[in-house]
């Protein structure tokens, strides 16, 4: 009886296992190729610079950029508005103006996705150095 018993014990945690491995919990995941970059010495005559940020959906759900807000109005995004599918890239371009400011600046963009805690924010950083006309 023990044997009979331990044998539907096994059975029934193996047919656990691979239940699990056919259905795995479906979640988005982001990655950057980098989060921050340099312009450099730009001039303030300088109408715009922009610099894109790529990222990929590394999860196996897709990917919604719910909102990029800017930390100020000489720095303006453009982001997708469409999901981005599983192990599919896309691009986040940053422009910024510098307009009216001199020396080194740096201002950030933060990402909001559809990722549940923290790993749902990033923060993309822009930074360089106005010189005048």
């Given at each position: 009886?023990?044997?009979?018993?331990?044998?539907?014990?096994?059975?029934i945690?193996?047919?656990?296992?691979?239940?699990?491995?056919?259905?795995?919990?479906?979640?988005?995941?982001?990655?950057?190729?980098?989060?921050?970059?340099?312009?450099?010495?730009?001039?303030?005559?300088?109408?715009?610079?922009?610099?894109?940020?790529?990222?990929?959906?590394?999860?196996?759900?897709?990917?919604a950029?719910?909102?990029?807000?800017?930390?100020?109005?000489?720095t303006?995004?453009?982001?997708?508005?469409?999901?981005?599918?599983?192990g599919?890239?896309a691009?986040?371009?940053?422009?910024?103006?510098p307009?009216?400011l001199?020396?080194?600046?740096?201002?950030?963009?933060?990402?909001?996705?559809?990722?549940?805690?923290?790993?749902?924010?990033?923060?993309?950083?822009?930074?360089?150095n106005?010189?005048?006309?």
């Amino acid at each position: 009886m023990k044997k009979i018993l331990s044998i539907i014990a096994l059975v029934i945690m193996a047919a656990g296992v691979f239940a699990a491995d056919k259905n795995p919990k479906k979640l988005p995941a982001i990655s950057f190729n980098e989060t921050s970059f340099d312009f450099g010495v730009i001039k303030e005559s300088t109408d715009w610079v922009e610099h894109e940020f790529e990222f990929t959906n590394t999860g196996n759900a897709p990917l919604a950029i719910a909102t990029v807000s800017a930390s100020c109005g000489c720095t303006k995004p453009e982001f997708p508005t469409k999901p981005v599918a599983p192990g599919k890239s896309a691009k986040i371009k940053i422009r910024f103006t510098p307009k009216g400011l001199k020396g080194n600046f740096t201002r950030t963009a933060k990402v909001r996705t559809n990722i549940k805690g923290k790993e749902g924010t990033v923060t993309l950083t822009i930074s360089g150095n106005v010189i005048p006309k």
